[in-house]
């Protein structure tokens, strides 16, 4: 019985040594790891225009009416300038009241402000100056930015995951060589994500305040497309032999 457990144990051991020597060999085996970003710069092939009209007066009634009467033309406008009606949509309706304080801290009431926000995509782009000087002329007197980016993009970002990897791997061969090793497969790989920067214009950039008011004055000519850009980053663990 005694010899039994004996050969029972030393057969235990035995395995054991061997799970241990394979743990180990395991966790020594050598990786690299590296990480790498590509970045793909696109024309842009779609804007972004928001715009809105805003109206103050004293009675609530007053501010609502005109508010409504100017967004109904700019909206008229907006659509006889080619933008479908699909591509226009609210994106802030609101009306606040305004007051005053006299040297004691006492409130007054002065008035109502009413704000009417609409954003509007532009599929043409060589008519986003016009489309914003139609609305503006037609009575919108906010005008907040005009973004450009891509409507799709997808393809983009699969040109930069592509840069990318292989970015990472000539990193990888890189370490490896200087290491005196061979780069083996990848052990795993692993994305951070699209990183999507479109270009943004604000009517500040180029044009005063007081220019936006004046009626017929052509804010439009002034606005630049740029270009946007789509980035990708890998990280990326070889194994080494």
């Known amino acids: 019985m005694k010899r039994i457990i004996t050969i029972v144990l030393s057969a235990l051991l035995v395995v054991a040594l061997a799970t241990t020597a394979f743990a180990a060999t395991a966790i020594e085996a050598p990786t690299v790891t590296v990480s790498a970003t590509a970045k793909i710069t696109v024309e842009p092939d779609i804007a972004y225009v928001s715009l809105g009209v805003r109206t103050e007066n004293k009675s609530s009634k ?22 479908d009606e699909k591509d226009i949509q609210t994106s802030n309706l609101s009306m606040y009241t305004n007051y005053s304080w006299d040297n004691n801290g006492n409130r ?15 599929r043409d782009l060589d008519k986003v100056g016009d489309i914003v000087d139609a609305a503006m002329n037609a009575g919108a007197n906010q005008f907040n930015n005009v973004s450009f980016g891509v409507e799709d993009e997808e ?3 699969i040109q930069a995951l592509t840069q990318a990897t292989k970015k990472a791997k ?23 994500g ?17 220019a936006v ?24 663990t070889y194994g080494m032999k």
Do not use: C, F, H, W
């Not at 990183?195 to 007081?210: I, K, L």
């Open 155 to 157: 393809d983009y970002y």
């Open 108 to 122: 007054k009431l002065t008035g109502y402000t009413v704000d009417n926000t609409v954003s509007v995509t532009v």
């Open 170 to 192: 000539r990193r990888a061969s890189a370490i490896a060589a200087a290491s005196e090793m061979t780069l083996g497969k990848a052990v795993s790989i692993s994305s951070d």
């Open 194 to 210: 699209a990183n999507y920067n479109p270009y943004v214009y604000y009517a500040e950039d180029a044009v005063a305040d007081e």
């Open 62 to 83: 007053t501010a609502k009416q005109e508010n409504t009467e100017l967004m109904t033309k700019v909206l008229a406008a907006l659509k006889k300038a080619g933008v």
């Open 213 to 236: 008011k004046v009626e017929g004055a052509s804010i439009g000519s002034t606005i630049n497309s740029g270009t946007v850009t789509v980035t990708a980053t890998i990280n990326a």
